[in-house]
């Protein structure tokens, strides 16, 4: 009873402290965004819209950085890694620093001479005076905020005890998180492959297709040739002169001499041969044995390595089949299909 009473009074009494440490620095902060705008009649509309939004920022500015500091510090219970929030401490810090800059600028204008005895006394041996100090000391009303804030949830946040039911569902929540969290990790790897992948496929049937044009071009310029001039040298046409052109009359005996027609066999010179004999036992016997075809072509190995390279890496990607093999993906996927086909 007595432990109960104690935590409900420790944890009234930090927000009592929040309370006034806020209403200590959020007039101030007003005050300074008040004089932004300009001077109106006391008690005008324009002069109670010109404070309300004062207050507004003022408010705004101290209690953000009090609800930021607390969920910082619960994520920092909960397991949170610290880079994880050192964006939310750059903001924590930045507030802090802002507030405590115009409390401070707040404190100068408007401190009094009530402390001017202690004011004019110098620290130490330094050449700053109690007077000079003061008014940072008292504008530090967020600094204290946020170390109020730190107190304030180690005191009142008590550890949980959890049950051995509770671990085991919290082990399965998280391995199941972790399985998820694999299962994506490999898609985003598998489609960043496809796209490399897919990328040297391009510049590999752009390649080939290149070759097959610059191939075709060939071949279709030595057909358009022809055989005596493939193997002559260009420089022997340079300078050459043409024969005059002949009378049809010669032409025609120009082409009976240079075809002369081949002698006919008669039907009885046929009758001969035909009657002829020959002695087939005298002519040796020769044995024609089938050989297997070795693939002498570079497709042929190709397939011939990427089945292999299949057989043995059945679960490998056919990026890095492709890759092994120096050919293109969508060829290593050609070659799969008709494996498949023929099993």
């Given at each position: 009873m007595q432990s109960t009473f104690i935590d409900k009074f420790t944890r009234f009494f930090f927000w009592f402290g929040f309370v006034v440490f806020l209403s200590a620095s959020i007039p101030h902060l007003a005050a300074f965004y008040r004089h932004f705008d300009p001077n109106a009649t006391p008690g005008s509309f324009e002069d109670i819209t010109d404070w309300t939004i004062g207050y507004l920022i003022a408010?705004?500015?101290?209690?953000?950085?009090?609800?930021?500091?607390?969920?910082?510090?619960?994520?920092?219970?909960?397991g949170t890694k610290k880079h994880h929030l050192l964006g939310y401490w750059a903001f924590i810090l930045?507030?802090?620093?802002?507030?405590?800059?115009?409390?401070?600028?707040?404190?100068?204008?408007?401190?009094?001479?009530?402390?001017?005895?202690?004011?004019?006394?110098?620290m130490f041996s330094f050449p700053v005076t109690v007077g000079t100090i003061n008014p940072v000391v008292g504008s530090a009303f967020q600094l204290l905020l946020l170390v109020y804030t730190a107190m304030a949830h180690k005191f009142t946040v008590q550890p949980v005890k959890k049950t051995a039911e509770q671990l085991r569902q919290e082990a399965d929540e998280l391995e199941q998180v972790a399985?998820?969290?694999?299962?994506?990790?490999?898609?985003?790897?598998?489609?960043?492959?496809?796209?490399?992948?897919?990328?040297?496929?391009?510049?590999?049937?752009?390649?080939e297709r290149a070759k097959a044009l610059l191939g075709n071009g060939q071949s279709a310029n030595n057909e358009m040739l022809p055989a005596d001039a493939l193997d002559e040298p260009e420089d022997v046409h340079e300078g050459r002169t043409t024969d005059p052109l002949k009378?049809?009359?010669?032409?025609?005996?120009?082409?009976?001499?240079?075809?002369?027609?081949?002698?006919?066999?008669?039907?009885?010179?046929?009758?001969?041969?035909?009657?002829?004999?020959?002695?087939?036992?005298?002519?040796?016997?020769?044995?024609?044995?089938?050989t297997a075809k070795k693939?002498?072509?570079?497709?042929?190995?190709?397939?011939?390595?990427?089945?292999?390279?299949?057989?043995?890496?059945?679960d490998a990607s056919l990026s890095v089949i492709a890759?092994?093999?120096?050919?293109?993906?969508?060829?290593?996927?050609?070659?799969?299909?008709?494996?498949?086909?023929s099993h």
């Open positions: 408010i705004v500015i101290d209690v953000t950085d009090v609800l930021v500091s607390i969920a910082v510090l619960k994520e920092i219970n909960r930045f507030v802090m620093a802002l507030s405590w800059l115009i409390n401070w600028q707040y404190n100068i204008v408007y401190q009094t001479n009530a402390f001017a005895k202690a004011d004019g006394l110098q399985m998820q969290q694999a299962r994506i990790d490999a898609v985003k790897k598998m489609q960043s492959d496809n796209k490399v992948g897919g990328i040297f496929d391009s510049l590999g049937q752009a390649k009378a049809n009359g010669e032409v025609e005996a120009a082409i009976e001499d240079m075809y002369t027609p081949l002698p006919v066999a008669s039907e009885q010179d046929n009758e001969q041969v035909s009657e002829q004999g020959y002695n087939t036992e005298e002519m040796p016997v020769v044995n024609i044995k089938r693939p002498t072509s570079l497709t042929a190995v190709k397939q011939n390595k990427i089945k292999k390279l299949l057989s043995r890496y059945p890759q092994k093999a120096d050919v293109s993906r969508s060829y290593v996927s050609q070659v799969r299909k008709e494996m498949a086909t």
